[in-house]
């Protein structure tokens, strides 16, 4: 059938960066590529606008990239020929403190080891040994992270270095918790709440086992790296997919919704969108994996113990969000000795773990954690001199069970609500705050869910990343992988593995995968023994 495109070698389902990535790598290997987005713009996740008030950029919804410093695959695309730059704020990422000052990751680990020693002797020694010991095992650590699990090259690499000097000591920090973490090696509660409030970026609470590796992971890589962010907008990364994969002669269809996927002999051949497209070799579905097999495949070719697995899917919290365009710089009540680009506002470890408890108990968080970005800060493209385009979201139950000051639904008055509440919280640690705001833009789970479809309830990561659905367990027991039951079907979002943020690892797997057994595919045919007459 003339689809308007002819039959291309592959689909891809989703603009967003996860599925740009894998277009890119399909079309690097030679093959034709069409994306189909279901929105009137390409990035996901990854966009930004002037919607807030004339002249200040803001991320709809994801800002820093410290992933994607980090990321083999975003880094060997060389973005910076179609136009990427990044831009660091003085400081990557940073606390006030509820007892004054600040706890800061600064860019010379030598400059946080003395400040942080500062506040607490000893705790500048221990964290230079965390970031050598970083530094030793970081580049299997990676591969290990964002390749396929279970991985082959990066994995019998991070074995060798895991047993080798500090082996347990390394195996036990990897298990434990974040508090066990800092209490272990820090005395002050400035190092423990640099780790406590990094682990937050995940939906692990403080006191759940892997809580310590996500800590330190994020610690270590805005040590090394920082929290990068796309000068003039996160827009601009996705741009800049965008432009790399058509100058290789790919092709992007926007407003584009794609309602099912055709299987024929139990292989995907193609697609119904607003019309019928076909692809010789693969799709690549970089949607939600409950979206995959609950509403793009037929009921009758998904096999009964995937349908059984994905009733056991598990969301992460969902988020609200919210943006300021402020006349000046947020009034911090104790200035930092460098202003950090990413913010963290909890109290302490203590108060981290009541806001987790109360999201799993069903309540809206009382004090709610807020990651914030001050973005004039770290780019100041974002607003006028002078000025602080900002930011800040936090995590809500996906369902609200027994919270009599929230209907759960989440329409005007409850999330208007809630900015005010954690508004509130930046207030308490930037008096006068409320006093520098030009405008206020919140983002409820409803909304967010509308302008991304994969943001379901406003669950930003694809799925918890509670240890239950990672590595083998994500997005299924016995997954793990972005293979599918479906042959030539790969799943290329943050529901599979690695899951959630800015790396391109899904879309990395996905596009491998089907590049590997189109090989495979091929050099079968051409074994076959002939026919017999």
Request: glycine share 10%; hydrophobic share 40%.
């Amino acid at each position: 059938m003339d689809t308007g495109f002819g039959m291309t070698d592959a689909i891809v389902i989703g603009a967003g960066p996860n599925g740009l990535v894998a277009a890119n790598l399909l079309a690097d290997a030679g093959w034709d590529v069409l994306v189909l987005e279901a929105n009137p713009e390409i990035g996901g996740a990854v966009r930004s606008a002037e919607d807030v008030t004339d002249g200040f950029v803001h991320d709809t919804f994801s800002s820093f990239y410290p992933l994607a410093a980090v990321s083999p695959t975003l880094r060997a695309l060389d973005l910076g020929k179609w136009g990427l730059e990044w831009s660091h704020a003085p400081a990557p990422v940073g606390n006030p403190l509820r007892e004054g000052g600040w706890a800061l990751v600064h860019a010379d680990p030598d400059e946080t080891a003395a400040a942080l020693d500062a506040a607490a002797p000893g705790d500048g020694d221990a964290w230079l040994e965390l970031y050598a010991d970083w530094r030793r095992i970081e580049r299997a650590m990676i591969g290990l992270l964002l390749d396929p699990f279970p991985p082959v090259r990066s994995g019998s690499s991070f074995a060798l270095r895991l047993l080798g000097r500090n082996g347990l000591a390394r195996i036990r920090l990897l298990a434990s918790s974040v508090r066990a973490l800092g209490e272990r090696h820090f005395r002050g509660d400035a190092a423990r709440m640099l780790f406590a409030t990094n682990a937050q970026h995940a939906d692990i609470p403080p006191d759940g086992a892997g809580s310590a590796l996500m800590g330190w992971l994020l610690v270590m890589i805005a040590q090394q790296y920082g929290y990068p962010v796309p000068r003039g907008g996160a827009g601009r990364l996705s741009r800049a997919l965008a432009d790399r994969f058509r100058s290789l002669g790919g092709t992007i269809v926007c407003d584009e919704r794609v309602s099912s996927i055709e299987v024929r002999d139990g292989r995907a051949t193609g697609v119904l969108a607003g019309r019928r497209y076909e692809a010789r070799r693969a799709i690549l579905a970089d949607v939600s994996a409950p979206a995959l097999y609950g509403d793009l495949l037929s009921a009758d070719v998904v096999p009964a113990r995937v349908e059984r697995a994905m009733r056991g899917f598990t969301w992460d919290p969902a988020t609200v969000k919210v943006d300021w365009a402020l006349n000046s710089p947020i009034p911090w009540r104790d200035r930092p000795a460098k202003a950090p680009g990413t913010v963290h506002i909890a109290d302490s470890v203590d108060a981290l773990t009541i806001a987790a408890a109360q999201i799993a108990a069903g309540v809206v968080p009382t004090h709610p954690f807020l990651l914030m970005g001050q973005m004039t800060t770290a780019d100041p493209t974002r607003s006028p001199k002078g000025t602080e385009s900002v930011w800040a979201y936090t995590h809500v139950p996906q369902e609200i069970r027994d919270d009599p000051a929230f209907s759960g639904r989440w329409d005007a008055d409850d999330a208007e609500r809630f900015a005010d509440r954690m508004q509130d919280q930046v207030e308490r640690y930037a008096p006068g705050f409320e006093g520098r705001i030009l405008n206020r833009r919140v983002l409820s789970p409803p909304e967010l869910e509308r302008r991304n479809a994969n943001l379901v309830r406003g669950a930003v990561n694809g799925g918890t990343a509670a240890l239950h659905q990672q590595l083998v367990f994500r997005p299924m027991p016995g997954s793990g992988r972005s293979e599918t039951p479906i042959k030539s079907l790969y799943l290329a979002s943050a529901s599979a593995h690695p899951g959630g943020g800015v790396h391109g690892a899904p879309g990395t797997n996905a596009a491998r995968a089907a590049l590997f057994h189109s090989r495979l595919r091929r050099h079968r045919v051409r074994t076959s023994p002939p026919a017999r007459s």
